[in-house]
């Protein structure tokens, strides 16, 4: 059965791991290299790199750094940050990544998805959103790291970045990003009605957080930063727990490879 | 030993370079077709587009190549589906090696019908799926179930040559094997411990007819 997956998340700014709080207030978290083989080792079923400076500071994603990690993971690795055409993709696959995600550049020109899914297939292609619930109870989409405010509705997006050829959306909500009191599930249940998988992103903090957001969002995965970073839930904890509430994962106690 | 991993427009060939780095193995990625012809063992990868990636092979006369290889051959994803006689996908002739067709999930998920009070199945299947009835030395030292990592849209059907099994709505074929071919759904290079046990099985003990 296809189980649901955990992807830590590297948000990488100038080499380090780092991690804020509502996309502020970053803080260092260690070497990406380390914390994705470890990770890798723990049983994380992908691994996401996001370089986080690379929009803003319109910076390349550190190709070199992404070549590192990927050597030293058997898992699956998307890479993100400042990706604005095939070119930039063509590097980062020759670089080790397995797929992409793009988002301040895909939503400025939404041609950008077409292009990509049809050189190197939806699979290739994550599309991610962040989001911020506004007092008006909307979901609006937000560009540049979480500094750009669209009038754009986060579900109307998602969609048509579907059917322009996206394989997965990644979707953070900035409401509980950092804050480890939950994931949003409300949107990610809307989003989960969409074809693709759905990686939700954003407030887990507790074991609990995954199975809400499993069971009542439905999101085919759950993504976390600074829980997995700062060891306050380890990979093989989180996955015991979710098995034992019947939430199908890839947990194998009695693992008798020989590795 | 001479390890080749078919270079040609539909394959993201550095993971599989990296996972066999990691296992201390070198390998060549070439289009030539001597050297893929004297090569000890073949990897044939692929992510992308059935039709366009046989258009390719045929321009340079790859899928020949391949047919009449003697050594063993490992195809990937798409290069197992490329194995298979046939493609849903655009309606694409194959190379033949397998029988087994290769059908859209969507198409067949309707003709299966969808258990009642479930969710419809997403495709492509993205994910970690766990395998069975394992068999032929590819899947020596690793245990029913073992969970693999999928991406895909399309699938073989199961048929003489399936050597492993998954599930997606209906059983499929998750590897199939005939003579020195072998072929995997699944990403070996990408599917943590079970995945490079069955590259290592490739290269170790699958034997060189």
Partial sequence: MLTKRIIPCLDVKEGRTVKGVNFENIRDAGDPVELGSFYAQQGADELVFLDITATNEKRKTLRELVSRVARHINIPFTVGGGISSVEDVVALLQNGADKISVNTSAFKSPQLINELAKEFGSQCVVLAIDTRQEADGNWYVYLNGGRVKTEADCFRWAKEGVDRGAGEILLTSMNHDGTKKGFAVDITLQLASLSVPVIASGGGGTMEHFTDVFRQGKADAALAASIFHYKEIGIPALKQYLQQQGIVVRWESNENFIC | MNIVIIKYNAGNVQSVLYALERMGIAATVTDDHEKIRSADK?????????????????????????????????????????????????????????????????????????????????????????????????????????????????????????????HYGLDFSAALHKENFYGVQFHPEKSAAAGAQVIRNFIELVPAI
């Fill in chain 2, 42 to 166: 073949v990897i044939f990868p692929g992510v992308g587009e059935a039709s366009t990636a046989m258009q390719y092979l045929r321009e340079r006369k790859l899928d020949q190549v391949l047919k009449d290889l003697h050594r063993p051959v490992l195809g990937i994803c798409l290069g197992m589906q490329l194995m298979c006689a046939y493609s849903e996908e655009n309606n694409t002739a194959c190379i033949g090696i397998f029988e087994e067709k290769v059908r859209h999930f969507s198409a067949a998920h309707a003709d299966v019908g969808q258990p009642a009070g479930e969710e419809p199945l997403k495709v492509p299947q993205i994910g970690w799926n766990n395998i069975f009835h394992l068999k032929t030395p590819l899947f020596r030292g690793v245990h029913e179930n073992s969970y693999i990592y999928l991406v895909h849209s399309y699938y073989a059907a199961l048929g003489e040559h399936t050597i492993a099994t998954a």
